[in-house]
């Protein structure tokens, strides 16, 4: 489970750096670097929580009693579960991403995305504009739905 969840992490690290290898010194492309970061700094850390459950002394649990008053665990599969989830969402924001910036229309758009659920926000120049962004969206794999609450920029 361990292997699983490295190669996880070494899999969105990769995903990372391809997408600042390869969108130069473009402003949006820095911003998405900044939002993909700030995911795989998620991640590590929920890493780092998760796997040292297995750990767990008596003066970890004497803490946490002191603390919380219980003591709560996942077992390795539910945490491999949300840790899969959380690398998919970021996957597919960063897919939805790249394909925005190909586009000068569409670069200034806001992804975020939760359990499969993407969500569009900020401006757009016309509703083809939102009609193509969402068109984009639905087709990355592992969407399950898509929201916009784009605006038209009058």
Do not use: C
Request: avoid cysteine; charge should be positive.
């Amino acid at each position: 489970m361990r292997n699983f969840i490295v190669v996880i992490f070494v899999a969105l690290v990769l995903l990372v750096i391809a997408v600042w290898y390869y969108s130069g010194q473009n402003q949006h492309a820095e911003q998405a670097r900044t939002q993909i970061s700030g995911a795989a700094s998620e991640t590590g850390q929920f890493l780092k929580e998760k796997l040292g459950l297995t750990n767990l002394t008596a003066q970890d649990i004497k803490d946490e009693m002191a603390k919380t008053g219980r003591i709560v665990r996942e077992k390795a599969g539910e945490v491999g579960t949300n840790i899969s989830n959380v690398t998919a969402d970021t996957r597919i924001t960063t897919e939805i991403k790249a394909k925005y910036l190909k586009d000068a229309d569409l670069r200034g758009i806001s992804v975020n995305t939760t359990n499969g659920k993407v969500t569009l926000s900020g401006t757009a120049s016309s509703p083809e504009t939102i009609k193509r962004a969402m068109q984009l969206a639905m087709e990355t794999d592992g969407v399950r739905e898509v929201t916009s609450t784009l605006q038209v920029k009058s």
